[in-house]
C-alpha cells in the first residue's frame, strides 16, 4: 500500500508522534510506501517530501494585531496547508491518508484536500479535539464534558482557554467553522486508542466510522525487570491534571515510609520541591537513566486527574513487568486491571492513593505477581505487533483490499 502520514511535527515530540514513528516503522519495514507531511521545523528528520511541508508557525509568541488577524485565520483554516496536501495527493495517489496531531499548524482543512484527490482518509484521535475546543476536556484543570453534545459556546462562557476571553474565542470560532465546513465528516474512519475515547466522541461521529485500536508498546525493546529497589516512581509532566500533587500528598501522609521518586519537569516543579521536601525529585529523564529508574521501581503510580486518553506511561511500565496504581480516569481502567495487574483509586483521592501503596509497598510477593501479570497482559493485549496488524487491516477494509 500507499500510504500518506500526516503529523505537524516530524520529530519526536510527544506521544502522537511516538505512535506516528512506531506505525511509520512498521510501514517502511514491511514493504509498504510511505510519504510524510508536515510542518517545517529545524528539529525535522529528513524526508524526501519536504518540500510539500507547511511553514513554520509559531502560536506561542507576540504578534502585532495584524499578524494576530492573519495568524487567527491560518489557525482555523491553513490554506497553503490544503494546497500542498492536495498537490502532493494527486502527485502520489496514497492509498490512505492517516493524519495525526493535525490541529492548528496543518489544520482539518487538510481532510477535505486529501479527499478532493481521491484518497480514504483514517484520524487516530490523540486528543478530543472533534468534541472540545480546548482539546483535553478541561476546564479550571477540573475535568469537563459540557461539550460532548456539540455545544461549543461552553467555552466563551467559561473562557476555558487559561481565563482568556480572546483565546476562547478563537478556539471556538475554530471548532464552529470546521464544523461548517464538515473536514471531521469526511473522515472515513476514526480510530480511537481507548473505548473512553470512543464514547467521548458518539455525538458527533457514529459508531460505524469508529475503529478501537489500543497503542501498542515495543517489547522487543523493553524487557521485563525483576529489580526492586523498594522505591515508588512517578514519570511524567509536573502539572496540575496529572495528579502529582495528590501523590505527594499520600507520600507525606505515608511518613515517607517508602521512597518516592518524581521523574519529570513542567511548570510546579519548584513548587512541588518546595512544598515535599521528602520526595526526591530527578527531573528530566531519558535514555540509560530512563531504564534504570524503570528497572528499579517497585510500582509505577499514574495519578492522573484529567480524562487521560491510552497513557503509553502506563503501558511502558507494564512491560517492565511494574504493577501499576492509577486512577479511575479516562482509558486508565482500559489497561489497569485492579487486582490482576495493578491497583485503581479514585482520582484526587489521597487517602485511597495512600492505602493501595502502602498495601503494595508491605508486600514484595504482592508486587511480583501484580508486575508478572502486567507484562503478561501487555504481551496479549497491547503488544507494538498486535497494533500494527490491526492497523493494516483497516487500512484494507477501507481501500477494499
Given at each position: 500500500?500507499?500510504?500518506?502520514?500526516?503529523?505537524?511535527?516530524?520529530?519526536r515530540?510527544?506521544?502522537?508522534?511516538?505512535?506516528?514513528?512506531?506505525?511509520?516503522?512498521?510501514?517502511?519495514?514491511?514493504?509498504?510506501?510511505?510519504?510524510?507531511?508536515?510542518?517545517?521545523?529545524?528539529r525535522?528528520?529528513?524526508?524526501?517530501?519536504?518540500?510539500?511541508?507547511?511553514?513554520?508557525q509559531?502560536?506561542?509568541?507576540p504578534?502585532?494585531?495584524?499578524?494576530?488577524?492573519?495568524?487567527?485565520?491560518?489557525?482555523?483554516?491553513?490554506?497553503?496547508?490544503?494546497?500542498?496536501?492536495?498537490?502532493?495527493?494527486?502527485?502520489?495517489?496514497?492509498?490512505?491518508?492517516?493524519?495525526?496531531?493535525?490541529?492548528?499548524?496543518?489544520?482539518?482543512?487538510?481532510?477535505?484536500?486529501?479527499?478532493?484527490?481521491?484518497?480514504?482518509?483514517?484520524?487516530?484521535?490523540h486528543?478530543?479535539?472533534?468534541?472540545?475546543?480546548?482539546?483535553?476536556?478541561?476546564?479550571?484543570?477540573?475535568?469537563c464534558s459540557?461539550?460532548?453534545?456539540?455545544?461549543?459556546?461552553n467555552?466563551?462562557?467559561?473562557?476555558c482557554?487559561?481565563?482568556?476571553?480572546?483565546?476562547?474565542?478563537?478556539?471556538?470560532?475554530?471548532?464552529?467553522?470546521?464544523?461548517?465546513?464538515?473536514?471531521?465528516?469526511?473522515?472515513?474512519?476514526?480510530?480511537?486508542?481507548?473505548?473512553?475515547?470512543?464514547?467521548?466522541?458518539?455525538?458527533?461521529?457514529?459508531?460505524?466510522?469508529?475503529?478501537?485500536?489500543?497503542?501498542?508498546?515495543?517489547?522487543?525493546?523493553?524487557?521485563?525487570?525483576?529489580?526492586?529497589?523498594?522505591?515508588?516512581?512517578?514519570?511524567?509532566?509536573?502539572?496540575?491534571?496529572?495528579?502529582?500533587?495528590?501523590?505527594?500528598?499520600?507520600?507525606?501522609?505515608?511518613?515517607?515510609?517508602?521512597p518516592?521518586?518524581?521523574?519529570?519537569t513542567?511548570?510546579?516543579?519548584?513548587?512541588?520541591?518546595?512544598?515535599?521536601?521528602?520526595?526526591?525529585?530527578?527531573?528530566?529523564?531519558?535514555?540509560?537513566?530512563?531504564?534504570?529508574?524503570?528497572?528499579?521501581?517497585?510500582?509505577?503510580?499514574?495519578?492522573?486527574?484529567?480524562?487521560?486518553?491510552?497513557?503509553?506511561?502506563?503501558?511502558?511500565?507494564?512491560?517492565?513487568?511494574?504493577?501499576?496504581?492509577?486512577?479511575?480516569?479516562?482509558?486508565?481502567?482500559?489497561?489497569?486491571?485492579?487486582?490482576?495487574?495493578?491497583?485503581?483509586?479514585?482520582?484526587?483521592?489521597?487517602?485511597?492513593?495512600?492505602?493501595?501503596?502502602d498495601?503494595?509497598?508491605?508486600?514484595?510477593?504482592?508486587?511480583?505477581?501484580?508486575?508478572?501479570?502486567?507484562?503478561?497482559?501487555?504481551?496479549?493485549?497491547?503488544?507494538?505487533?498486535?497494533?500494527?496488524?490491526?492497523?493494516?487491516?483497516?487500512?484494507?477494509?477501507?481501500?477494499?483490499?
Amino acid at each position: 500500500m500507499r500510504v500518506l502520514l500526516a503529523n505537524k511535527f516530524f520529530f519526536r515530540n510527544g506521544g502522537s508522534e511516538t505512535v506516528m514513528f512506531q506505525e511509520r516503522d512498521y510501514l517502511l519495514s514491511n514493504g509498504h510506501e510511505v510519504i510524510d507531511f508536515s510542518m517545517d521545523d529545524s528539529r525535522n528528520f529528513d524526508s524526501p517530501y519536504k518540500t510539500y511541508f507547511v511553514g513554520n508557525q509559531d502560536y506561542r509568541g507576540p504578534q502585532g494585531k495584524l499578524a494576530s488577524i492573519r495568524t487567527a485565520v491560518q489557525f482555523i483554516h491553513s490554506g497553503e496547508a490544503a494546497e500542498k496536501m492536495y498537490a502532493l495527493v494527486r502527485k502520489t495517489r496514497p492509498d490512505i491518508v492517516h493524519c495525526h496531531n493535525i490541529y492548528h499548524q496543518l489544520t482539518p482543512s487538510i481532510i477535505g484536500a486529501a479527499k478532493e484527490g481521491g484518497a480514504k482518509v483514517v484520524l487516530t484521535l490523540h486528543d478530543y479535539k472533534p468534541v472540545c475546543p480546548v482539546y483535553n476536556r478541561l476546564r479550571q484543570d477540573a475535568p469537563c464534558s459540557d461539550c460532548l453534545d456539540g455545544r461549543f459556546s461552553n467555552v466563551l462562557r467559561h473562557k476555558c482557554a487559561g481565563g482568556s476571553l480572546g483565546k476562547s474565542a478563537l478556539l471556538f470560532a475554530e471548532a464552529v467553522v470546521q464544523r461548517w465546513m464538515g473536514n471531521y465528516e469526511k473522515v472515513d474512519a476514526f480510530i480511537a486508542p481507548s473505548r473512553f475515547m470512543a464514547e467521548s466522541i458518539a455525538h458527533r461521529v457514529p459508531d460505524s466510522r469508529t475503529r478501537l485500536l489500543y497503542n501498542g508498546v515495543d517489547l522487543d525493546a523493553l524487557q521485563p525487570s525483576t529489580a526492586d529497589a523498594g522505591y515508588v516512581l512517578y514519570l511524567g509532566r509536573l502539572s496540575a491534571e496529572k495528579g502529582v500533587a495528590t501523590l505527594l500528598k499520600a507520600h507525606a501522609n505515608s511518613q515517607a515510609k517508602w521512597p518516592l521518586h518524581i521523574a519529570g519537569t513542567g511548570p510546579l516543579e519548584e513548587v512541588l520541591k518546595q512544598q515535599f521536601p521528602l520526595a526526591t525529585f530527578l527531573g528530566h529523564v531519558s535514555g540509560g537513566q530512563l531504564k534504570q529508574v524503570m528497572d528499579g521501581a517497585s510500582v509505577v503510580v499514574v495519578p492522573s486527574e484529567w480524562y487521560e486518553n491510552c497513557p503509553m506511561s502506563v503501558l511502558e511500565a507494564m512491560a517492565y513487568g511494574k504493577p501499576v496504581v492509577g486512577s479511575r480516569m479516562g482509558g486508565i481502567p482500559e489497561l489497569v486491571v485492579d487486582g490482576q495487574t495493578g491497583l485503581l483509586f479514585d482520582a484526587g483521592d489521597t487517602y485511597s492513593l495512600q492505602a493501595q501503596l502502602d498495601r503494595l509497598m508491605s508486600e514484595p510477593d504482592l508486587r511480583r505477581r501484580l508486575g508478572e501479570q502486567a507484562r503478561q497482559r501487555v504481551e496479549s493485549e497491547f503488544s507494538l505487533g498486535r497494533h500494527n496488524t490491526c492497523l493494516i487491516d483497516i487500512y484494507k477494509k477501507l481501500i477494499g483490499g
